[in-house]
């Protein structure tokens, strides 16, 4: 059974770069039929996607935060990470990884898979 | 930039119909994906490709989608189904970014 697990320092300073890990078990990232992303929630807010990636480094990002993101996969550890650059407390939230599965006949996927997320506080 | 659109909150009492729609320009040509998130915990798929229901929902879970408007049909809503709801679709002008609905906070009481 696939799980994914994210793991990170749960307190970044302002103007910091918040670095964190999805670590996958259970099965391969290097499955060409699954990307695999990042989404992150706010207290009290909805879900926000942050990009997505593909095994092979294609890689898609949110434009509103495309500027500060990057997001690399390391297949020798079956784990993909996200580094946020300039944080603010704009940043502070839940973070979630999962995996994306392509739909039906179709050119776009969806999260079908999610990690159990983790809190990151952005404070000095 | 492409939105879905979702009402913030949806309130039945137990045993009526839910019904929680999200509209959005593009659903004519794409398929829509409803996620359940319980206070405290990851989003669950409960719906995915407008009308597919993933193994483990229960049946009175059901999806619907026409012209530019998605629904969400709890029917026989019991109170374990009280959590928020995201639709959740692909801007299909060929950058695709993601995009999830604001969220609706669903009570049963």
């Known amino acids: 059974q696939l799980q994914l697990q994210e793991s990170g320092p749960g307190l970044v300073r302002p103007s910091e770069t918040l670095s964190l890990i999805c670590t996958v078990s259970g099965g391969s990232i290097r499955n060409s039929d699954y990307y695999w992303g990042w989404i992150r929630q706010p207290p009290g807010k909805g879900l926000e996607w942050i990009g997505s990636?593909?095994?092979?480094?294609?890689?898609f990002y949110n434009p509103s935060l495309k500027s500060r993101v990057t997001i690399l996969v390391d297949t020798s550890k079956n784990l993909f990470s996200l580094r946020l650059d300039s944080v603010t407390a704009a940043d502070t939230g839940v973070y979630f990884c999962a995996r994306e599965l392509r739909g039906s006949g179709s050119y776009y996927y969806y999260m079908d898979v999610w990690g159990k997320g983790t809190t990151v506080t952005v404070s000095s | 930039s492409y939105e879905l659109t979702q009402p913030p909150s949806v309130s039945v009492s137990p045993g009526q119909t839910a019904r929680i729609t999200c509209s959005g320009d593009a659903l004519p040509k794409i398929y829509v994906y409803w996620y359940r998130q319980r206070s405290g915990q990851a989003p669950v798929l409960v719906i995915y490709?407008?009308?597919k229901r993933p193994s483990g929902i229960p049946e009175r879970f059901s999806g619907s989608s026409s012209g530019t408007m998605a629904t969400l049909t709890i029917s026989g809503a019991q109170v374990e189904d009280e959590a928020d709801y995201y639709c959740?679709?692909?801007?299909?002008?060929?950058?695709?970014?993601?995009?999830f609905g604001g969220g609706t906070k669903l009570t049963v009481l």
């Open positions: 990636l593909h095994y092979s480094g294609n890689t």
């Open positions: 490709e407008d009308t």
């Open positions: 959740f679709s692909t801007d299909n002008t060929g950058n695709q970014r993601r995009v």
